[in-house]
């Protein structure tokens, strides 16, 4: 079992940068493939970006390739999300997840999830 902590998030103008943080407790955390997922209000939590067991692998959704990056320490149990050229429909909560299986998109697919953490983005 592994427990998430987001942070980072915060309130930033079109074109600037956020860096998230997903901090995991518990010793398998280099078991799990890690994925960031996003959920912006009356909308579906939607896939943004995944990254597998060893990070040598990541998958990004359409919306973000090129703009955002996945990377992961597993000497620190962190998984992180850099964000640039943020645009305001980047504006959501977004959530760290973790899953025992590496490609699936779908949040079914994620058996642990942290509590999120607020991205807004002002034009």
């Known amino acids: 079992q592994v427990q998430l902590v987001e942070s980072g998030g915060g309130l930033v103008q079109a074109g600037g940068s956020l860096r998230l943080t997903c901090a995991a407790s518990?010793?398998?955390?280099?078991?799990?493939?890690m994925g960031w997922f996003r959920q912006a209000p009356g909308k579906e939590r939607e896939f943004v970006a995944s990254i597998n067991w060893s990070g040598g692998s990541t998958s990004y959704a359409d919306s973000v390739k090129g703009r955002f990056t996945i990377s992961r320490d597993n000497g620190k149990n962190t998984v992180d999300l850099q964000m640039n050229s943020l645009k305001p429909e980047d504006t959501a909560v977004y959530y760290c997840a973790a899953s025992s299986s590496w490609g699936p998109v779908s949040p079914r697919s994620y058996a642990y999830w942290g509590q999120g953490t607020q991205v807004t983005v002002f034009s």
């Open positions: 518990g010793r398998t955390f280099s078991s799990y493939a």
